[in-house]
């Protein structure tokens, strides 16, 4: 069954430090990769998504992902964090096979001023 | 659009009590789903609808959980009889269609807590 590994449970960064949060996945077939972040309070929201062509992909606020094949790797990336972004964020996969998302049990990410 | 609306956003009942969770997907969107958030297990897909129809519900824990949606702006999650292990909160999500190339919206969840 397809799995998805989040390997950073909490994150504590100061504002400006740059992130990097881990997704890794476990299906040998073609992947549809998501992330998504749920704000204190807030429900879950799109934060970017890969489906094919480039593996570097641009999200909101500034977030990007970049897509790993040989690694079997969708990792997050933010270069210079803000307080805002506390939040917990979720990696997610489909395959071309299910309609179902399949989570990571996300990570949670404290930035402090 | 309002998004994805769930009631009610918290509900304390207690054990051996029916709970029923409500969702309104949004207008013209014709897949919904239903999922479980714990610490323990993280988010958990429990079942989803097609045109109103469940297509998948392996996910639902067991015979207490039924869902239904009697039309396509409405879903219900039941749990009878409820239990403190069903403490989590229940999110729903709908897309335009269940393929999965489609985006997911989330609701605001509701927040069960048995006692």
């Known amino acids: 069954a397809q799995s998805v590994s989040q390997h950073n449970h909490h994150v504590i960064l100061s504002e400006a430090a740059s992130l990097e949060l881990g997704c890794n996945y476990s299906y040998g077939g073609t992947v549809n990769l998501f992330w998504y972040v749920q704000y204190p309070g807030q429900h879950l929201q799109l934060l970017l998504k890969?489906?094919?062509?480039?593996?570097l992909v641009k999200g909101i606020k500034g977030f990007e992902a970049e897509f790993i094949k040989s690694k079997f790797s969708f990792n997050l990336r933010k270069p210079s964090v803000q307080w805002s972004d506390t939040a917990e964020y979720f990696c997610?996969?489909?395959?071309?096979?299910?309609?179902?998302?399949?989570f990571g049990t996300g990570t949670r990410l404290q930035v402090f001023p | 659009d309002a998004g994805v609306i769930q009631s009610p956003r918290h509900e304390v009942t207690e054990m051996g009590q029916e709970v029923t969770l409500r969702c309104k997907p949004i207008s013209g969107h014709n897949s919904l789903f239903w999922y479980r958030q714990t610490m323990m297990r993280g988010l958990e897909l429990l079942i989803y609808f097609n045109n109103n129809v469940p297509i998948d519900d392996s996910g639902m824990p067991e015979d207490r959980f039924s869902a239904k949606m009697p039309n396509a702006s409405f879903s219900t999650l039941k749990i009878q009889p409820s239990e403190p292990r069903d403490s989590a909160v229940y999110f729903c999500?709908?897309?335009?269609?269940?393929?999965?190339?489609?985006?997911?919206?989330f609701g605001p969840g509701t927040r069960l807590t048995v006692t």
């Open positions: 999500a709908s897309s335009l269609e269940a393929g999965s190339s489609y985006e997911q919206y």
């Open positions: 997610a996969v489909t395959t071309y096979n299910t309609d179902k998302l399949i």
């Open positions: 890969y489906f094919s062509g480039d593996p």
